[in-house]
């Protein structure tokens, strides 16, 4: 599968006064080793339910991989060798769900899955999506009216080039159903990534398209945003961001609205690029930009709970030597928190964030190397913020 590295990329009235003040802190975080499946790995995505209850997957080398923690450590569980799973959510009534692919095998080939957490393992259920020999899910949100789920699906063109268009699965309770959300007119391939559900019935999905960008002969991405609303998926209109060309790696529901985050990539007067990140409020077709830290950073995970706040979790720039931090936004102040360090042994990167429901508690995960090696493992840290 063709994926994007994220470092390459990366009711009420909390949300309209961000960032009065900022602080900064360190330290306090409890640091946690994912068990080695045996060969190279990384964590895709984490839930935390509580202390004493998160789950996280991942994997690599054509390999899946998921764990549980129950408080002391974290324990491999039972999964499909063949399920790769790379995002989680929680159901209406607590219930886990995943979200990834399934490869077929003795082929290059790939089905989308989603799966569900039975108390002892992972249960995988095929997903229908446009006909196609490859295709992948990378998002869901599970309510109790049914599932939603984004990804994409992978198709060759008229060169042979495989290029991938995004879709949208949904389960009612009885059927699955696909759809493919409007895309640019000049696109040459989309992906979604992540949906949500808002309290009021909106859907909400983001992800990306790759289209000719300013320079002749070059391309470049450009973030997308899709509400579903009276049966119809629209784009959002994202053109109030610094820039065309970008990310979206966010999107959660905080107080009853959708929020989504990313970066955006800028230039400076002398013509060197760098990262812009935003995070932005949704309502209905409606975008209002809240402020942030005035950082050259790359957002790679949001994860938002009404009491806990908004978290973001943002990546430094991959090619200098600063720590990945934490923005937590709530009650008007923003607190950024630089995350465990990288040491002269190990470089570490966190991408993905999760929120202890009802608690500012967060949990943070991604992968560590020796350094100037290729080796990986999976990490994964805590603390309250």
């Not at 045996?38 to 899946?64: C, E, M």
């Not at 569980?77 to 769900?97: K, N, S």
């Not at 446009?130 to 899910?137: G, M, T, V």
């Not at 398209?209 to 450009?222: F, K, Q, T, W």
């Amino acid at each position: 599968m063709r994926r994007r590295s994220l470092l390459a990329a990366a009711g009420a009235a909390g949300a309209a006064a961000f960032i009065p003040s900022t602080a900064w802190a360190g330290g306090g975080w409890i640091e946690t080793t994912v068990p080695d499946p045996g060969h190279k790995y990384t964590v895709a995505d984490i839930l935390a339910f509580s202390a004493r209850d998160a789950h996280a997957v991942g994997g690599g080398q054509g390999r899946a991989a998921a764990w549980h923690w129950d408080g002391r450590a974290w324990s491999a569980v039972p999964t499909a060798e063949d399920l790769h799973l790379t995002a989680l959510a929680a159901g209406a009534r607590g219930e886990v769900w995943g979200a990834g692919w399934r490869t077929v095998p003795g082929t290059r080939d790939s089905t989308a899955h989603v799966a569900r957490w039975d108390g002892s393992a992972w249960l995988g259920i095929a997903v229908p999506a446009p006909e196609s020999d490859a295709n992948y899910l990378s998002g869901l949100d599970v309510t109790s009216r049914g599932v939603w789920a984004a990804g994409y699906f992978e198709r060759a063109d008229a060169e042979g080039r495989s290029r991938s268009t995004a879709f949208i699965a949904r389960f009612d309770g009885r059927t699955w159903t696909s759809e493919e959300p409007p895309a640019p007119p000049e696109a040459k391939e989309t992906e979604a990534e992540h949906i949500v559900v808002a309290p009021g019935g909106d859907v909400y999905a983001s992800g990306w398209a790759r289209v000719p960008s300013d320079e002749p002969g070059a391309d470049s991405p450009v973030p997308l945003l899709w509400r579903h609303s009276g049966g119809r998926w629209r784009p959002v209109d994202l053109s109030g961001l610094a820039s065309r060309f970008g990310y979206v790696t966010g999107l959660a529901v905080y107080r009853g609205h959708a929020h989504v985050a990313g970066h955006v990539w800028m230039r400076t007067p002398e013509g060197a690029s760098y990262a812009k990140p935003y995070l932005a409020e949704v309502r209905g077709p409606n975008l209002r930009e809240l402020p942030l830290p005035d950082r050259a950073d790359m957002i790679t995970d949001l994860a938002a709970d009404d009491a806990g706040g908004i978290v973001l979790m943002v990546g430094t720039d991959p090619f200098d030597e600063r720590t990945d931090v934490v923005y937590h936004l709530r009650d008007g102040r923003t607190t950024v928190t630089e995350t465990p360090p990288s040491t002269p042994e190990t470089r570490v990167g966190y991408a993905q964030v999760s929120l202890v429901p009802g608690t500012s508690t967060v949990w943070i995960s991604g992968g560590a190397r020796p350094e100037g090696g290729q080796s990986g493992t999976g990490i994964a840290a805590y603390r309250k913020l």
